[in-house]
C-alpha cells in the first residue's frame, strides 16, 4: 500500500509537469521539480534535527515512568472497564491486561511501547476466537479503538510547529485533545452499536459519564471565551500540561526509587535509535510531496475540492489543511511529510497549518492499523472493523476542521 502510495505520487506529479509543459507551454516546471526534490531534502535534515533532540528527551521521561509503574497504574485502573466492554473475554485473562496497558501507553505518548503491547494483546484475543480468519468482538473494538487516536499528548505535533517556528507550539494543544475526543468517542459508539455492548452498565457508566460530564462542560466554558482567551488558554494548558506530567514521572519515580538519572539515560539512547531509523522515510516522503506540489498536482485537487466546496456556500479555508487529512489513513509518514509541507507553503502559524497539525494529532493511520493488527494473527474478515474505524477517522477530521474554526477561524 505505502509503496503504491509513494509511486503514485511522483507519478501524479509526472503526469501534471508534462501537462504544464506541453498544453500550458510552462518548460519551467521540471526545473521547479528538481528544486523542490533537493529542497526537501534538506529540510528533511533540518526537521531531524530537532527530532532527534525531541525524542530524546521525551523517551528518556517515559523510560522514567515505565520504570515508576505508572503505564501499569494506569492499565489496572483501566481494567473493569474493558471487562466489560469485552463480554468474551474471561475474567482475569492476559489479553485484558495487555489491553490496558495498551491504551495506557498510546496515552502517555509511548509510540514504540504500544505497538508491542497491542500485537501481544490481537494475539491473545486470537486464542479466544473461534475462528482463523474472522475478527472477533473483542479483536474489533481493540483495533476501533487503537484506530481512533487515542495518543492525549501530542508532543511530535509540538516539535513540527516549534522546529517550524511556531510563536508558541503548544497553541494546539485543546483544539486536538477536542478533537480526538470526537473520534474516539465516535469509534466507541459505533462499534458498541454494531456489537450491541451494554454501555448503560454501572460500572462502564461509572467511568464514561464522569469524563462526558466532564469534557461537556468544559467545551461550555470554552464557548464563554473570547478567541483570544482560547488561544491563551490552549497555550497555558497545554505548557501546563507537558512540564506537570514531566514532574508527575520525576516524582513517580524517585518516589519508588528508580534511579531516574540513569533511567533517563536509557530511554534516551533508544529515542536517538528511533529518531536516526526515521529520516529515510522522512525523506522519502517529503520529497515525494515536494514534487507533488511543485508539479502543481496537489493544486489542482485541492483547486477541485475548493471549487466543489464554495458551491455550497461554505468557507473553503479547510481546503488546503486537507493533505494531511487524505492520506493519514493510509500512511503516518506521508501525513507528516504533508503537515510539514503545509506549514512550510502557507507558514507554521496559518489557519490551514494549524488545522493541518489539529488532524494530524487526532486521526490515525487507519489503514497501517488495520494491516499490522489484523496481519499479525492472520485475520482475512475484517466484518465492521473497516466501517467503524473510518467513521472514527471521519469524526477526527471533522471535529479538526470545527475545532479549527472555533480556535483559529
Not at 26 to 40: C, G, I, T
Not at 171 to 187: D, K, M
Not at 240 to 261: C, H, Q
Not at 273 to 296: I, T
Amino acid at each position: 500500500m505505502l509503496n503504491g502510495l509513494w509511486l503514485g505520487f511522483f507519478l501524479a506529479a509526472a503526469l501534471a509537469a508534462f501537462s504544464r509543459w506541453l498544453i500550458g507551454g510552462d518548460a519551467a516546471v521540471f526545473a521547479a521539480l528538481v528544486e523542490s526534490l533537493f529542497a526537501m531534502a534538506k529540510l528533511s535534515v533540518e526537521v531531524m534535527v530537532l527530532l532527534f533532540g525531541t525524542l530524546t528527551l521525551w523517551l528518556g521521561f517515559l523510560r522514567i515512568a515505565e520504570a515508576a509503574g505508572l503505564v501499569a497504574g494506569l492499565a489496572r485502573l483501566l481494567g473493569p472497564l474493558f471487562r466489560r466492554l469485552m463480554p468474551e473475554v474471561p475474567a482475569g485473562h492476559p489479553a485484558l491486561g495487555l489491553i490496558t496497558m495498551n491504551f495506557a501507553a498510546n496515552a502517555l505518548g509511548l509510540d514504540n511501547a504500544a505497538t508491542p503491547i497491542g500485537l501481544k494483546a490481537m494475539r491473545e484475543l486470537q486464542s479466544l476466537n473461534p475462528s482463523a480468519t474472522t475478527a472477533s468482538n473483542a479483536q474489533i473494538l481493540f483495533l476501533v479503538l487503537n484506530a481512533s487516536s487515542l495518543t492525549l499528548l501530542p508532543v511530535t505535533i509540538f516539535m513540527y510547529r516549534a522546529q517550524q517556528g511556531a510563536a508558541d507550539p503548544t497553541l494546539v494543544f485543546l483544539p486536538i485533545l477536542l478533537a480526538t475526543s470526537c473520534s474516539t468517542l465516535v469509534g466507541l459508539l459505533s462499534v458498541a452499536f454494531m456489537q450491541r455492548l451494554r454501555l448503560w452498565d454501572p460500572v462502564v457508566l461509572a467511568y464514561l459519564l464522569p469524563g462526558a460530564l466532564l469534557l461537556a462542560g468544559f467545551i461550555a466554558l470554552l464557548a464563554m471565551l473570547s478567541a483570544a482567551a482560547l488561544a491563551s488558554l490552549s497555550s497555558l494548558l497545554g505548557n501546563l500540561t507537558l512540564f506537570g506530567i514531566v514532574l508527575v514521572f520525576l516524582l513517580a519515580g524517585a518516589l519508588r526509587r528508580v534511579k531516574v538519572y540513569e533511567c533517563f539515560v536509557e530511554g534516551a539512547k533508544e529515542g536517538f535509535d528511533v529518531a536516526k531509523n526515521l529520516l529515510p522515510y522522512l525523506v522519502a516522503m517529503l520529497c515525494a510531496v515536494g514534487v507533488l506540489r511543485a508539479s502543481g498536482a496537489l493544486d489542482m485537487v485541492l483547486s477541485g475540492i475548493r471549487w466543489a466546496v464554495g458551491l455550497t456556500g461554505w468557507d473553503a479555508r479547510f481546503v488546503d489543511a486537507l493533505p494531511t487529512a487524505l492520506v493519514k489513513p493510509f500512511s503516518g509518514s506521508a501525513a507528516r511529510a504533508m503537515l510539514i509541507e503545509t506549514m512550510q507553503s502557507h507558514g507554521v502559524d496559518s489557519f490551514a497549518a494549524q488545522v493541518a497539525a489539529t488532524i494530524q494529532g487526532s486521526t490515525e493511520t487507519t489503514f497501517y492499523v488495520l494491516a499490522v493488527y489484523f496481519g499479525a494473527v492472520g485475520i482475512q474478515r475484517a466484518r465492521h472493523a473497516v466501517g467503524c474505524a473510518l467513521l472514527a477517522e471521519l469524526a477526527g477530521v471533522l471535529g479538526a476542521i470545527g475545532v479549527g474554526y472555533w480556535f483559529f477561524g
